[in-house]
């Protein structure tokens, strides 16, 4: 059985730093990216970034880059995504997701296996 499993939401004050962790099981990790997406309410899902396992190459959506880091622990079969300077509008749900392929986009589609989702909240 695949599984996505997030953990590391919280509250934060802006300027602070959150660490997400998506833990994977069930099928070859190596085989997949890796992406993290967020919804804040009334709003549309959001890529925000991604990591091709087999080569370490990442992607990062313009209005995160500088601030957030994605990560790959392989012996844990574990992506973190390291979230600093965060501002109230990063306030979402944070999801990873699975895709099997090499394309290291985050156009929803791709992703065949999707996490339970990680509350993640700035206040101002």
Do not use: H
Request: glycine share 12%.
């Amino acid at each position: 059985e695949v599984q996505l499993v997030e953990s590391g939401g919280g509250l934060v004050q802006a300027g602070g730093s959150l660490r997400l962790s998506c833990a994977a099981s069930g099928f070859t990790f190596d085989d997949y990216v890796i992406g993290w997406f967020r919804q804040a309410p009334g709003t549309e899902r959001e890529g925000v970034s991604c990591i091709r396992r087999s080569d370490g190459t990442t992607y990062y959506e313009d209005s995160v880059k500088g601030r957030f880091t994605i990560s790959s622990d392989n012996a844990k079969n574990t992506i973190y995504l390291q979230m600093n300077s965060l501002k109230p509008e990063d306030t979402a749900v944070y999801y990873c997701a699975a895709a099997n392929g090499i394309l290291v986009r985050l156009w929803g589609v791709l992703y065949d296996y999707w996490g339970q989702g990680a509350q993640v909240t700035v206040s101002s």
